[in-house]
């Protein structure tokens, strides 16, 4: 009898509570969301999967010992978080890799201008950074956050998952699990969160505003964009390189087009394998222990507020460059210089077409949306350099 009550205890029936509960909904939630809705499937099914693994009690699969004579003890998970997140964190930069092959610059080759726009879209990163530091003043909030947490927490404006990973992973690797389900959430919610924004800030008349299609990027130009573009960013910003270098170097692969199996390879083996790892390891992160605090709360709310201004910051930023410009720009491609590619760039598409059928923005929203991806890395990059 004794024998079989200690084998219930030692089951996870016995020992799961309400908060792991909750947690699986949330799962099943993101992998609904994900197969039914297809939202960021790539992003929110392996999540969610893994957000059920991390509140299974008793498996240890985030586990890890650092104890080499006890190593075996850690889970695969555990193994993967600490080696490839915590402490050699390698795998945001090989999703760069495969984001570089499978990205076009033509765009923001054709139309610098957009360059700004994803520059002026960052300044969500730090609104939240300041943001994150301003409650700590709140009496009675209970909040306190550090300077390396607020930077972690700030990226999150940025609207770039692997970027957030990366930079959460080097200065806050406590709050990895919610910085990054939060970001992908928020990218998930481009549709959502950006075209009320974008019409209370913008006029019809200027969303109306149709731009001429982007001229011919030659070949020459493709190669030696990315080329420039890393050697100047990183004599600029040192520790912006992993991202930033593979970044380039991934898109180098595409544009020669000597080497079709290591661009193939980046952008589809090698990226599926990254992602495999790299999402359902931050979903095991998302236990209810770390889920059901304040801090959580509070992320959560920053984020949505970095999110928002980053949009705004990008549409407000098109408008003004339209008082100097003589062939203005529709601002509603602003909004794309938050880095969730393409998401963004189709929303502005979209909101755009809703005021004038004749429009066309996708070519021109691109430039600004792949500007962002390089303006959040740089910021990571200033972030890591500074803290």
Do not use: C
């Amino acid at each position: 009898m004794n024998e079989l009550l200690d084998f219930l205890r030692s089951t996870g029936i016995a020992n799961i509570d309400w908060r792991n509960g909750i947690m699986l909904l949330l799962a099943l939630a993101f992998i609904y969301l994900a197969i039914r809705r297809e939202m960021e499937p790539y992003e929110l099914l392996p999540i969610g999967l893994g957000i059920i693994i991390a509140n299974l009690p008793l498996t240890g699969l985030t586990d890890f010992v650092q104890d080499s004579t006890k190593f075996q003890e850690s889970g695969v998970f555990g193994i993967v978080f600490h080696f490839g997140l915590s402490f050699w964190n390698f795998l945001p930069p090989i999703i760069f890799l495969g984001l570089g092959a499978m990205t076009d610059f033509g765009p923001l080759i054709a139309n610098p201008k957009t360059l700004l726009l994803g520059a002026a879209a960052q300044v969500g990163i730090f609104v939240a950074f300041w943001g994150a530091l301003a409650v700590n003043l709140i009496p009675g909030l209970g909040l306190d956050f550090t300077l390396k947490q607020a930077a972690a927490i700030g990226i999150i404006g940025g609207a770039d998952g692997p970027t957030t990973i990366f930079l959460s992973a080097q200065l806050a690797p406590e709050l990895l699990g919610i910085t990054a389900v939060i970001a992908y959430s928020y990218m998930a919610s481009v549709a959502f969160i950006q075209p009320p924004l974008m019409k209370l800030l913008t006029t019809k008349k200027e969303r109306s505003i149709e731009m001429r299609p982007p001229r011919e990027v030659s070949r020459r130009e493709k190669l030696m964009f990315p080329l420039l573009a890393m050697i100047i960013i990183i004599l600029i910003v040192p520790r912006s390189a992993p991202l930033i270098s593979m970044f380039m170097i991934g898109n180098l692969f595409r544009e020669s087009g000597v080497v079709p199996r290591l661009s193939n390879a980046a952008s589809n083996e090698l990226l599926n394998i990254a992602t495999i790892f790299l999402m359902i390891t931050v979903g095991t992160q998302l236990s209810a222990e770390r889920v059901f605090s304040l801090d959580t709360i509070g992320i959560l709310a920053l984020g949505l507020i970095a999110f928002a201004a980053g949009t705004a910051s990008g549409l407000l930023f098109a408008r003004f460059m339209n008082l100097f410009l003589r062939e203005k720009i529709n601002p509603l491609i602003g909004s794309a210089g938050v880095s969730a590619v393409p998401m963004a760039a189709r929303i502005s598409h979209h909101v755009g077409q809703e005021a004038n059928p004749r429009t066309y923005l996708l070519p021109h929203a691109i430039g600004p949306n792949v500007a962002g991806v390089i303006g959040s890395a740089v910021v990571a990059g200033i972030f890591i350099a500074l803290l």
